[in-house]
């Protein structure tokens, strides 16, 4: 039998091969490696895509997460809120400002922020909250909003999972992720629903003077060359990645379209496994399954995995360690039981395969191999 991986993406590139090995070809005969057509060409696009929000690509979504933060001016002591069941990069980035790190747990069904912890968590240094749209679907984002402007407190959205999902608000308006707050993040890292050939990422915001302040950071802080108004960093998105993206961007909302057969494909095939608590969609968000994730509770996730395992289906536990337990961000004020949805979470998660290629006989081997250890 053979192999089944997390993503494929070599017959991703297959079906798209010579649209993507042209737009490589073209960067290279231009040599504008850094910079140059293929970079503004994809900003544009993926501003319209973002209801004309300005576009500020950079290096990766960690640094998008960090210019972020430089931008909104924050001070050492500083507090900006996110929750433990995240990946690394969003804790990251607040330590390495010397900003102190705050949590709030997540709900159970969503994986998301819970808001109704966050003005408990509030003190009066809190200046930054970054929601983290997990997993493909939106955070609550309008509570979250309001709660944040009355106490001046900036809003920049972890969209990493989540590129090209909506927010519907109790108005009945949609809003895809990534323009929602007062700026947002997304990492182009091969594997996630826009996916780069290596590194990258960008930030968003529809703020004009934001903006500016973000591109100066991400260019050593500097508007004319060898003059610097502010300390920045160098953190960049290549030509060649830019072109392919470009290429993968026109295909994005048809690639979630598939990734969300794939997940009702799932949902149907796993219906009545009563030991499976399956993933999900909150009202007021439609999802882009970057993940496809279950809940296995009463200690059985683990032999799942070991089962699959032995079979050559691959499955990933996201996160088995919540950040306020790990080493480097262990804090007094949050010992073990502060956030008990993330510690049960990271017991019982389990994401299957899930990607734009799945079809449904993958699908029912990777089912079918669950059920024999349930
Ligand atoms: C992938 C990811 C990041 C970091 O992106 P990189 O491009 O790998 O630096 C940040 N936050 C979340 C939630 C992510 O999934």
Redesign the pocket.
């Known amino acids: 039998m053979s192999q089944i991986p997390m993503v494929d993406l070599k017959t991703q590139y297959n079906h798209i091969a010579e649209e993507i090995d042209n737009a490589i070809k073209k960067v290279i005969h231009s040599t504008q490696f850094i910079g140059g057509e293929a970079l503004s060409e994809f900003k544009s696009n993926l501003s319209k895509y973002h209801h004309n929000a300005h576009v500020i690509p950079c290096a990766?979504?960690?640094?998008?997460?960090q210019i972020a933060l430089m931008a909104a001016g924050l001070k050492p002591g500083d507090e900006v809120i996110t929750t433990p069941f995240?990946?690394v990069?969003?804790a990251e980035v607040i330590a390495l400002l010397r900003l102190e790190v705050k949590f709030v747990d997540v709900y159970y069904d969503t994986f998301n922020m819970n808001i109704e912890q966050l003005e408990e968590a509030r003190t009066e240094r809190t200046r930054a909250v970054i929601p983290?749209h997990?997993f493909g679907q939106c955070c609550n984002m309008d509570p979250i909003n309001e709660w944040a402007k009355s106490h001046d407190i900036c809003v920049i959205e972890?969209n990493?999972?989540s590129i090209g999902a909506h927010y519907t608000n109790h108005l009945g308006t949609a809003r895809r992720s990534g323009t929602l707050g007062d700026m947002a993040?997304t990492?182009?890292?091969p594997s996630?629903n826009l996916g780069a050939y290596g590194?990258?990422?960008a930030i968003f915001t529809k703020d004009d003077e934001l903006a500016e302040k973000l591109s100066v950071i991400c260019n050593h802080g500097s508007k004319v060359r060898y003059y610097h108004e502010a300390i920045g960093v160098n953190s960049r998105l290549d030509g060649i990645q830019a072109a392919i993206l470009n290429v993968k961007l026109k295909y994005l909302d048809q690639y979630n379209e598939r990734r969300n057969v794939a997940a009702h494909n799932y949902k149907t095939l796993l219906q009545d496994v009563v030991e499976i608590i399956l993933p999900e969609t909150a009202e007021y968000s439609d999802h882009v399954y970057?993940q496809f994730t279950l809940k296995i509770p009463n200690g059985k996730r683990d032999q799942v995995q070991k089962h699959l395992n032995s079979k050559g289906i691959a499955s990933g536990v996201y996160y088995p360690v919540p950040l306020h337990l790990q080493k480097a961000y262990y804090s007094p004020n949050f010992p073990e039981g502060s956030f008990p949805i993330s510690e049960r979470l990271a017991l019982e998660v389990l994401s299957l395969p899930m990607h734009t290629e799945l079809d449904m006989e993958t699908q029912s081997r990777v089912v079918e191999e669950i059920k024999i250890t349930l």
């Open positions: 990766n979504g960690t640094d998008a997460l995240t990946f990069a969003t983290v997990l972890d990493a999972q993040c990492s182009f890292f996630k590194d990258g990422g970057h």
